[in-house]
């Protein structure tokens, strides 16, 4: 029983993964606004014994200022810079230095990174008359997100009282909020965190 508890959050992750996909699809296909929203961020944090895993989604305007392809320079100094702060989580995320946290696996994922091609964005473009039939509205600026899943190892997780999201707030002051799922060993809670309120309980 206790092993089937401990493996439910991991269960849940997926499932919270696609419902986000699911909503992101309908908001382009009706034009409602869903999980995609400029300035806002979603976390989910499950912290199960010495394993600590971090799940950050954002739409690229937050993290580099647009979402199209990058063209210029510019640009793709704005997408480098951003991918070099997220290959630092434990900075990102001011883990506390008594927990002994060390990353054990990381991800970064974007079509602005160049490494996966969004896969509907050409569909988009065809539907464009359609679109703009149904509300007089054209739906044809792209929703690009940027996707960063983190697993630490914590040899001392009783010194992960907090969860400081104060340095995302900073070096990505497009965010406004992130609404964090954090499940812990004191149980589940949905939190919305601001740059005046960014750090949370475990």
């Not at 976390?43 to 010495?50: E, I, R, T, W």
Request: aromatic fraction near 4%; charged fraction near 25%.
């Amino acid at each position: 029983m206790r092993r089937l508890l401990f493996a439910l959050p991991f269960a849940l992750l997926p499932l919270a993964a696609a419902q986000t996909a699911l909503a992101h699809e309908h908001e382009h296909e009706h034009g409602s606004l869903g999980a995609h929203e400029h300035g806002v961020a979603r976390l989910n944090a499950v912290l199960d014994g010495q394993a600590l895993e971090l799940e950050l989604e954002s739409p690229a305007m937050n993290l580099v200022g647009f979402e199209h392809a990058p063209s210029t320079d510019a640009d793709k100094a704005k997408v480098a810079a951003a991918r070099a702060q997220l290959e630092q989580p434990l900075v990102l995320f001011s883990l506390p230095k008594a927990a002994a946290c060390v990353v054990s696996k990381q991800e970064l994922e974007s079509p602005l990174f160049g490494d996966k091609p969004e896969a509907d964005e050409h569909d988009h473009d065809d539907h464009d008359e359609d679109a703009k039939g149904a509300d007089g509205h054209e739906h044809h600026h792209e929703h690009s997100e940027i996707h960063a899943h983190y697993q630490f190892t914590c040899a001392k997780p009783d010194a992960l009282s907090n969860l400081d999201l104060g340095t995302i707030f900073k070096t990505f002051p497009a965010t406004q909020k992130i609404q964090v799922q954090l499940i812990s060993p004191s149980g589940q809670q949905g939190v919305e965190a601001t740059a005046k309120a960014a750090s949370l309980k475990f």
